[in-house]
Every structure is written in structure tokens, then in C-alpha cells.
């Protein structure tokens, strides 16, 4: 057997044997308010793609328009947010443009209001300043609310006023099921390598998704000019894509070494078919937001149909 392609069959074992690793350790039983409790079979098996499932409170089907009261993780506490829930149909081209703006901040007051439903249900929904406010107009009446940045992630090295908050502590995949119940929005997915550093438990994951990552970066690394920037590869995402029961990852790819001449690149590792990587920097736009829905056919990542 060809000694180069002995390697990548064993080099593949021991890639597929790490994810399911990755998989089926430190996975947290959060326990979310937000969640649908007693999701039915049916329903995970529509979107097995999906952990967990947020109990959305449809009020204006036509416009997927509804709302949620959820717990928010940051640092493994919890605090409550009310949000008003807005999906844009699937595949469209205001989903690309929007992405991941799907939840908007409102008071427990608000949540609680008969007479807020009845101003929801049937209102004129628009998007203002590069789409951080969704505005509500109905007959003289109009408000505004700001966007939610829910799940927000901060880099390794970055810090934020709002960092790593999540429905899960970046621990599952959460979904949003539309109302007709054909699609279903992934608002979150799992992080596994994301502490710093990585875990023991994490660590043969890891080393065989930076391995692969390495090999598919290119140009040579030994050009500090054009060599990859691994750095941000613990903030990979982790999920099941094609359905084989094994993550896959989407991670992301600096060229070069920061500063002027660097590029950013994204990259989906999946275990269909042994393993292998396709670029999908072109799916998530300028963000780094994963953001997605799935269907009966499969999951569409991004912009990517």
C-alpha cells in the first residue's frame, strides 16, 4: 500500500475516534428555563442536528414573530433575559444579511403584557442602524427595541463586556423549530475546545482537529509572511452537520501573521466519508456568528443553500 495514503487511513482513524471523544465528554446538563421541556421524539428526529430546542411563544406566525423567556450563561452563572424572537425565511436573501440578528431585548413587564401581544401580532417590522434595532409600528404606535447578541463569544485573547454568554455555556446546540415546524434556525452550537488552555479531557480532540487544520492551512508555515494563524481554532464549533452521529467542526484560519496582508478563512472539517475539509469562508459573510438552519434534507450553514 502507497505509504502516503497508509497515513491518511490511519491518520482518519485516529481523527474520527478524537471527535467522538470531543462528543461525549464534558457535555453539562444545563438545565435552561428556555428550553422546550419533554421535546418529542418526533421533533428530534426532524432536527437531530439540535440539542436542545427553545420554547418560542408564537405570536404573529405569519412574520415568525415570537417570544422567549430564557436563561443567559456566562461564566457557569445564569441570568433571565425577555426577548422578542424574529426569524427571516429560510434560504432568503434578508436571512444572509441579517444572520444571526434573531433575538431583541424587551422588559419581563412587556413578556408578561396581553396588550404588547396584541401590538406585536399584526405590526409593520423594520431594521435601523446596520440592523442592531427592530422597530414595530402599528397604526400611531412605534417602538424600538435593541438587538440581543445572543449567543456572544469573545476570542481567547479578547475581552468584551460581553463575553462567552450563551443559552448553554457553549455546551449544545441550540435550536429555534419556525412556526410551520419545516425548518429549524441554529441559534448556538457547541465549543468544545474553548477554555484556555484545553483540557485534558479535550486535548486528543483538539491536537487532531489543529493537525488536519494544519495540513489543509497552507502555504508553508516556515513563511512567517503567508504561513496560518492557528489561534483561534479553540473557538471552533462542534456539531453533527450530516447526521453520522460524530461532530464536525467549523473553525477559523488566519493567513499570515496579523496586520495588513492577513486573510480570514473558514473551514467545515466533517467525518462524511472518512474526513474531510471544505472551505466555507463565502457562508458566514463578514461575521464570525455561526448561525445555520436545517431542513429534511440536511443543515445549510450561513449564506450556503
Not at 482513524?13 to 462528543?23: G, I, K, N, P, T
Not at 411563544?57 to 457557569?76: E, T
Not at 472551505?279 to 450553514?301: E, Q, V
Request: aromatic fraction near 14%.
Amino acid at each position: 500500500m502507497n505509504r502516503q495514503i497508509f497515513r491518511r487511513l490511519v491518520f482518519g482513524s485516529f481523527f474520527l475516534a478524537a471527535m467522538f471523544v470531543a462528543l461525549s465528554v464534558n457535555a453539562a446538563d444545563i438545565d435552561n428555563k428556555g428550553f422546550i421541556k419533554d421535546a418529542s421524539p418526533k421533533l428530534k428526529e426532524h432536527f437531530g442536528l439540535c440539542s436542545e430546542f427553545l420554547d418560542v411563544k408564537w405570536i404573529d406566525r405569519s412574520h415568525s414573530i415570537g417570544l422567549l423567556q430564557a436563561d443567559v450563561y456566562k461564566n457557569g452563572k445564569s441570568e433571565p433575559r425577555f426577548l422578542i424572537v424574529h426569524l427571516e425565511k429560510p434560504g432568503s436573501k434578508a436571512f444572509a444579511v441579517r444572520g444571526n440578528g434573531v433575538f431583541y431585548e424587551i422588559s419581563e413587564k412587556q413578556y408578561s403584557s396581553a396588550d404588547f401581544e396584541r401590538f406585536l401580532r399584526g405590526a409593520h417590522y423594520g431594521f435601523r442602524h446596520h440592523n442592531v434595532f427592530l422597530t414595530v409600528s402599528k397604526g400611531k404606535k412605534s417602538e424600538r427595541f435593541p438587538q440581543e447578541p445572543l449567543p456572544f463569544e469573545s476570542f481567547v485573547t479578547h475581552q468584551s463586556e460581553f463575553p462567552n454568554r450563551s443559552f448553554s455555556g457553549f455546551t449544545k446546540t441550540v435550536c429555534v423549530v419556525y412556526p410551520d415546524g419545516k425548518h429549524a434556525f441554529a441559534a448556538e452550537a457547541k465549543k468544545p475546545f474553548m477554555k484556555s488552555p484545553v483540557d485534558d479531557n479535550s486535548r486528543q480532540g483538539y491536537d487532531a482537529v489543529a493537525g488536519y487544520a494544519k495540513e489543509k492551512c497552507g502555504p508553508s508555515e516556515k513563511d512567517a509572511s503567508t504561513g496560518c494563524n492557528l489561534d483561534y481554532l479553540k473557538d471552533s464549533y462542534a456539531f453533527d452537520i450530516n447526521g453520522d452521529g460524530r461532530d464536525d467542526y467549523v473553525f477559523q484560519i488566519v493567513s499570515g501573521q496579523g496586520g495588513k496582508g492577513s486573510a480570514k478563512r473558514y473551514m467545515l472539517l466533517s467525518s462524511q466519508d472518512g474526513y474531510s475539509a471544505k472551505d466555507i469562508s463565502g457562508c458566514l459573510g463578514t461575521g464570525r456568528f455561526f448561525y445555520g438552519y436545517a431542513d429534511r434534507k440536511g443543515f445549510h450553514l450561513g449564506r450556503c443553500r
